[in-house]
Each structure stands twice: as structure tokens, then as C-alpha cells.
């Protein structure tokens, strides 16, 4: 017998209807934990400071390029309980170059190029891949990597599942966005009392040079707005 089905089959996408998220472009992505829960380190006087579950999540970000050679990376931040970043499907990269390049705590921030394979006469192995195939390997890989550290290092257990269910994301349209995108990421732990994804955020406005975008559902809730 068949039960009621549940309602999370019924949840809108909130994908950009008739896109081809496999096309050459770069695209902001911003990945959430299950219930916010803030597993990857601490933000002290406004630098992230991250445990050895968020090295393990920068690490496997920092392989995208090794494992799917079509797929490039840019800026990228772990934050206590999300990741901001921007996957380049390469072909039409963009073109900013950085003015600096940040590490904290071993991580990369900054106004990177974007790493990974330049296009050849020959089809990459990761040619082919979608944005939402890129990140549901991440998630896959820093889910499996993440519950072998609970089961050998005693990390924190997560609740079910180690990410939300969907993700945001945002097709970056030229160069000028790109730079930024890129500031903004490279800000944001400077910016966590004012973070929509903040659970302790207090009642603080947003500041005015926060990056804006439409509001988009992101699991169950909206943000950003």
C-alpha cells in the first residue's frame, strides 16, 4: 500500500525555468545545513574560524577542478553553517583578474581566477556536467566525508541529512557582477552578525552594501530579499 505522498515532492524548484545550467558561465551558489546547524567552525572578531569539519569541506571544494576537469572554481568561503561559492562551467570563464588573494585559517578567499582546465580540442571528462550536477557532488562527498569524521573523530552528528535540500544560486551575467559577487564573499564573515543565515543574528539590519538579490525559496524559507 502506498502512503500519502509527502510533501516535499511537491516543492517548487527554484531553478530558473527553461535554463541550460549545463552552458558555459559562472553561477554563485550558496549551500545551507540541515536546520542551520553551524557544524563547520566559528566566526571570532569577524574571521571564520574553521574546524576540521570545514577544512574537510574547503578540501573537497578545492578538488572540483582535479575530479571534473570541465569544471572550474572562483571565491569561496565556509561559514559556520553555509558555504558561498562560484563554479565556473568552463568555455566562457570570466575574465577578472584578482587584486589579492586572502587565506584564512588555510582557506581560500578572495578575487580569485577561476581554477581548473581551459578548453581544448578535447572534451573534458566533466564536460557534460550541469551546475546542479556539480553540486549535488559536492554534497555527496562532503555528506560521506562528514559522517566518516563523526564515526572516527567524534565530530558533531548532523540531523538526518547534512545539507538542505535545495540550493541558491545566481547566474553571474558579466564582470562587473563577478568583482562583485567575489567582494562579497570575501567579506562575509566580517558580515555575520548581519547574515539572514545567522540563527543567533540578532535584530540588526542589513548593511547597505550587502549584495541584493531577488527573493528565491530556499528550502523551505526566503532570504536574501
Given at each position: ?36 546547524e ?19 569541506v ?16 572562483d ?13 565556473v ?16 585559517n ?7 581566477q577561476?581554477?581548473?582546465?581551459a ?26 566525508r562528514?559522517a566518516?569524521?563523526?564515526k ?40 555575520w ?14 548593511a ?11 528550502g ?6
Amino acid at each position: 500500500m502506498i502512503d500519502k505522498v509527502s510533501p516535499i515532492h511537491h516543492r517548487r524548484s527554484i531553478r530558473l525555468q527553461g535554463y541550460d545550467y549545463s552552458q558555459a558561465g559562472a553561477y554563485f551558489v550558496t549551500v545551507c545545513t540541515q536546520n542551520r546547524e553551524c557544524l563547520f567552525g566559528e566566526i571570532i572578531n569577524g574571521e571564520m574560524r574553521m574546524n576540521d569539519a570545514g577544512m574537510m569541506v574547503q578540501a573537497v571544494w578545492d578538488e572540483i577542478p582535479t575530479h571534473y576537469p570541465g569544471i572550474g572554481i572562483d571565491a569561496f568561503i565556509v561559514m559556520p553553517n553555509h558555504i558561498h561559492g562560484i563554479v565556473v562551467i568552463v568555455g566562457a570563464a570570466p575574465r577578472g583578474r584578482p587584486d589579492s588573494t586572502h587565506a584564512q585559517n588555510g582557506q581560500h578567499v578572495g578575487n580569485g581566477q577561476p581554477q581548473g582546465g581551459a578548453p581544448t580540442a578535447v572534451t573534458p571528462a566533466g564536460a557534460g556536467l550541469s551546475l546542479p550536477d556539480v553540486v549535488h557532488r559536492f554534497k555527496t562527498m562532503t555528506t560521506k566525508r562528514y559522517a566518516d569524521g563523526v564515526k572516527r573523530n567524534g565530530w558533531s552528528m548532523f540531523p538526518g541529512k547534512l545539507w538542505q535540500r535545495n540550493y541558491w544560486e545566481h547566474i553571474v551575467r558579466n564582470e562587473p557582477e563577478l568583482n562583485r559577487i567575489r567582494e562579497y564573499i570575501h567579506n562575509n564573515p566580517a558580515q555575520w552578525e548581519l547574515d539572514s543565515l545567522n540563527v543567533d543574528r540578532g535584530s540588526s539590519r542589513a548593511a547597505p552594501t550587502e549584495i541584493r538579490e531577488p527573493i528565491a525559496e530556499y528550502g523551505v524559507e526566503a532570504w536574501m530579499a
